[in-house]
């Protein structure tokens, strides 16, 4: 079963790396925006206020779902010891690829194998520390991404007010006392953004770590109005990692251009030289590490039909704002995004060793 799933997972990746060449942070050209825009003007849906996420069926991992998808583990894996007592909230990214709406249904069988396989690739790395909930959401498609418009705001809002509707369930869930990790990619990671900004007071002590990937963060503009530090080190608890990765010569202009034309969070200009880069592979904040301290790259097999952990392939630098990926890079398949991009890969790249990362700040905040 998980190698059909695999397959499936590969053919999902060519579909968002074409997607996301022209949809992320506003990519393309006014023939694209035409193309990829959502039809006619965004309206609210009947039921638009949040659902009531005490029902499990909106929820595509949960520890009481039967087959959780958030278990998943490479083939030939050995689960390393019990699981720890953090409760994870992870919110995927963009899966709903179509124009004819702002904001996907709850439950919409084209992006259903999406979701499910984007939970198992990327959630999946912190089932070492806890159990992991991670919400269904009418999530904006990804057109809502082409413009800076009322529509796409309007989207944006209202995906943003199903995952803090979760939120509130997971915190319910998970209890007063259990430490909390959270994490996200792409428009999941721009929602944990906001989740930070809005809710980090509830948090308390309780957080292990932040896991904003796949969206930038200025440590002078943004940062501060999120109530959490950056990850300056290893060991560090209550505090946000991020990274972008790009291949060796990185191109981010395309993708930095827009961001840094936008409204900052805290105030003042962004710039590149101060998006936060927290090196995945060893836990610093602006460090490079060389493929042999990489505990393992999720790659494929030859035949794309299952997903092996391989240690010791890819390596990683921190280079003004960027991850730059280096080592031996496996053949990951034709899904590498404009300008060098490895946006697609920002958790396989590096799936051991975000799981060993994971593991550590929770033995540091427990001690």
Same mark, same amino acid.
């Given at each position: ?19 996301? $060449? ?21 309206? +609210? ?15 595509? !991992? ?15 894996? $050995? ?6 007592? $953090? ?35 990327? !959630? ?14 009418? +999530? ?18 209202? !995906? ?113 030289? +101060? ?72 958790? $396989? ?19």
């Amino acid at each position: 079963m998980y190698a059909r799933r695999f397959l499936v997972f590969v053919t999902v990746l060519t579909l968002l790396a074409v997607v996301a $060449a022209f949809a992320f942070f506003q990519w393309g050209g006014q023939a694209l925006v035409s193309q990829g825009t959502p039809k006619g003007h965004f309206e +609210q849906p009947a039921d638009s206020a949040p659902p009531a996420y005490a029902d499990a069926g909106l929820w595509l !991992a949960r520890p009481d779902i039967a087959g959780n998808p958030a278990g998943w583990l490479p083939d030939g894996y $050995a689960a390393d010891g019990a699981a720890g007592q $953090a409760a994870v909230f992870y919110i995927h990214p963009t899966t709903y690829l179509r124009t004819d709406r702002w904001n996907a249904p709850y439950r919409d069988a084209n992006s259903a194998s999406r979701d499910d396989l984007f939970v198992r690739s990327q !959630a999946s790395a912190f089932n070492g520390v806890g159990k992991i909930w991670a919400p269904r959401y009418r +999530q904006a498609a990804y057109g809502a991404f082409l413009l800076d418009s009322e529509d796409a705001r309007q989207a944006l809002d209202l !995906a943003y007010r199903d995952v803090s509707a979760a939120f509130d369930e997971f915190l319910k869930q998970a209890g007063r006392d259990r430490p909390i990790v959270l994490a996200g990619h792409s428009q999941g990671a721009l929602h944990l953004i906001r989740l930070l900004r809005e809710r980090h007071a509830q948090l308390g002590n309780r957080l292990v770590a932040a896991y904003v990937v796949g969206w930038p963060i200025d440590t002078v503009a943004d940062l501060p109005a999120l109530g959490v530090p950056a990850c300056n080190a290893p060991a560090d608890t209550g505090c946000v990692l991020s990274w972008m990765t790009f291949g060796d010569p990185p191109n981010p202009q395309v993708l930095l251009s827009q961001w840094q034309d936008a409204d900052s969070l805290a105030g003042g200009e962004r710039q590149q030289d +101060q998006v936060l880069c927290v090196n995945p592979i060893t836990g610093k904040r602006d460090d490079a590490a060389p493929a042999s301290a990489n505990p393992g790259t999720l790659v494929p097999d030859a035949t794309f039909t299952s997903a092996s952990l391989n240690p010791g392939v890819v390596g990683a630098r921190c280079t003004r704002g960027l991850l730059i990926a280096d080592g031996m890079l496996p053949a990951l398949g034709p899904f590498v995004l404009f300008g060098n991009n490895y946006h697609v890969y920002d958790y $396989a790249l590096f799936w051991g060793a975000i799981r060993e990362d994971a593991r550590r700040r929770l033995t540091a905040w427990q001690r």
